[in-house]
């Protein structure tokens, strides 16, 4: 498993009413580290191959975070099959022992051309990237 891993300081913008971090945020977040992350493994790649829209997020809020708390968001590609691969995005809060606060399970879709919009089946070269081919992901 490749896992990619960012940290993010929670500011005001990031706060709901309730002073905590808005939910809706946290999507945000899965989906800027999994842009993130594929750049990060296509960086040596020209022309970077398709593009990725989100099929469905699972969400599962465990704990708040707070102004100042330092969040640790880690993410990996679990599955592939077809076009669809399955990204689990986890957050810690250094501040609760690294617990994971929040955990993200999205199923992203392939296209083999932003223009058209085909629905393709992930090739092995890109399914490579995500997890070396000695432990291919099942």
């Known amino acids: ?14 706060l709901d009413e309730l002073d905590h ?4 945020q946290y999507l945000y977040w899965a989906q800027e580290i999994a842009k993130s992350h594929w750049s990060y493994l296509t960086e040596k790649i020209n022309p970077v191959p398709g593009v990725w829209v989100v099929r469905h997020h699972d969400v599962l809020y465990k704990l708040g975070a707070y102004l100042c708390d330092e969040i640790i968001i880690s993410t990996y590609i679990k599955s592939v099959k077809g ?25 992203w879709c392939y296209l083999s ?15 490579n990237l995500f997890d070396p081919p000695d432990s291919k992901i099942k």
């Open 21 to 24: 971090v808005n939910n809706v």
């Open 83 to 107: 076009p669809i691969s399955e990204r689990v995005v986890n957050f810690y809060n250094s501040k609760n022992n690294n617990k994971v606060i929040v955990k993200i399970i999205s199923k």
């Open 1 to 14: 498993m490749n896992e990619f891993t960012q940290k993010i300081k929670v500011t005001k913008d990031h």
């Open 113 to 127: 051309d932003a223009k058209n919009r085909k629905i393709t089946a992930i090739p092995e070269f890109i399914s």
